[in-house]
């Protein structure tokens, strides 16, 4: 089981709006440390999409928005295209673990 | 450009020993704190060991404590992970990556990741 916990999978049609959430617990996303979030596409590494919670690093465009409130964080994707179809991670640092965790990843179908 | 590439994956019996390397390039290695993932076939991401710029620090994930051993050479720009006592639950995709950093503040957020080696543990 993994500490942060995410829907296994969602879907959207092409334009829509999605929301995919991770909960997490006071030793980790409520404790204050920074939700950070990944895309991985089929057969490659993991892309840094989101950090420090609401964070875009270069090239990530802005339709792709975090945010986190309490022990919960959030990661929207407006205007949904093919090519976002992906497995999405969050993760923090768990301060009881001492150690970096993540959540189980979704999946995400665009329909 | 920013490169990690991994290396010195493959299969390997249970019990044995296997090292894995990152050779970095591109950026300045000796300044970032470097980590070890690992991603099982069909499963989600797991981080296994983190390492300090300096190599002053280091620590790992409770299910490779005491049996994975995380080090780096800043002058040949090189990450390493030695592997031993390998389990079958050891069998993953294992990547090297960087922490993404705010101006001189670590975030936390694993920013550049190499394309993986795969360790396979069995008999």
């Known amino acids: 089981q993994s500490v942060l916990t995410q829907s296994p999978s969602m879907s959207g049609a092409p334009g829509q709006r999605v929301t995919i959430s991770c909960t997490g617990s006071?030793?980790?996303?409520?404790?204050?440390?920074?939700v950070h979030w990944y895309q991985q596409l089929p057969g490659t590494a993991p892309k840094l999409l989101i950090y420090?919670?609401?964070n875009r690093p270069s090239g990530v465009p802005d339709r792709i928005s975090g945010s986190k409130s309490g022990t919960s964080a959030s990661l929207a994707i407006t205007g949904l295209q093919a090519e976002d179809e992906a497995d999405y991670y969050c993760?923090?640092?768990?301060?009881?673990?001492?150690?970096?965790?993540f959540g189980g990843g979704t999946k995400l179908t665009v329909l | 450009q920013v490169k990690l590439v991994e290396s010195g994956g493959g299969v390997v019996q249970p019990g044995r020993s296997l090292r894995l390397s990152c050779a970095a390039s591109?950026?300045?290695?000796?300044?970032?704190?470097m980590h070890w993932v690992r991603q099982a076939p069909g499963k989600g991401l797991e981080w296994v060991a983190v390492?300090?710029?300096?190599?002053?620090?280091?620590n790992y994930g409770d299910s490779v404590k005491g049996r994975f051993t995380i080090s780096r050479d800043n002058s040949k720009n090189t990450l390493y992970l030695q592997m031993n006592s390998l389990r079958a639950e050891d069998t993953a995709v294992y990547y090297c990556a960087t922490e993404y950093m705010v101006g001189a503040t670590r975030s936390d957020a694993f920013h550049m990741w190499g394309q993986g080696t795969m360790v396979t543990v069995s008999s």
């Open positions: 390492i300090w710029y300096d190599g002053s620090n280091e």
């Open positions: 420090g919670n609401n």
């Open positions: 006071s030793s980790n996303i409520g404790s204050g440390h920074g």
């Open positions: 993760q923090s640092y768990d301060s009881s673990l001492s150690g970096w965790v």
């Open positions: 591109g950026f300045a290695f000796r300044t970032f704190a």
